[in-house]
């Protein structure tokens, strides 16, 4: 199983930035995906998930409305689209298979193990 999530880069508050998780070693439509990411000195957090299958999206409460998850099965790529940034939202960002089902996903990570994440900065 190997992610690997690309597409960071620093972005002036109000920017944009779409983020990919490219994936590998496992067939992407059998698992949810989610986004996490974290901060200096915090801990990781869940950022938006997709489900499999229908690819039902969910939401932290702090990027709803901000920004997008979507899912390319034949690519092997979920992405996330990230509009109106702010700079709270600097971190480094990651991609991990997430338990659920076909109705909901969840910020609980499948395996144990991390890819390598992306930077993003939003700073002016």
């Known amino acids: 199983v190997q992610l690997q999530a690309s597409g960071g880069g620093l972005v002036q508050p109000g920017g944009s930035l779409r983020l990919s998780c490219a994936t590998s070693?496992?067939?992407?439509?059998?698992?949810?995906i989610g986004w996490f990411r974290q901060a200096p000195g915090k801990e990781r957090e869940g950022v938006s998930c997709i489900t499999k299958g229908p690819s039902s999206t969910f939401y932290a409460d702090s990027v709803k409305g901000r920004f997008t998850i979507s899912r390319d099965n034949d690519r092997n790529t979920v992405y996330l689209q990230m509009n109106s940034l702010k700079p709270e939202d600097t971190a480094v960002y990651y991609c991990?298979?997430?338990?659920?089902?076909?109705?909901?996903?969840?910020?609980?990570?499948?395996?144990?193990?991390w890819g390598q994440g992306t930077q993003v900065t939003v700073s002016s």
């Open positions: 070693g496992f067939t992407l439509d059998d698992y949810g």
């Open positions: 991990a298979p997430v338990r659920g089902t076909v109705e909901v996903c969840s910020f609980v990570p499948e395996f144990g193990s």
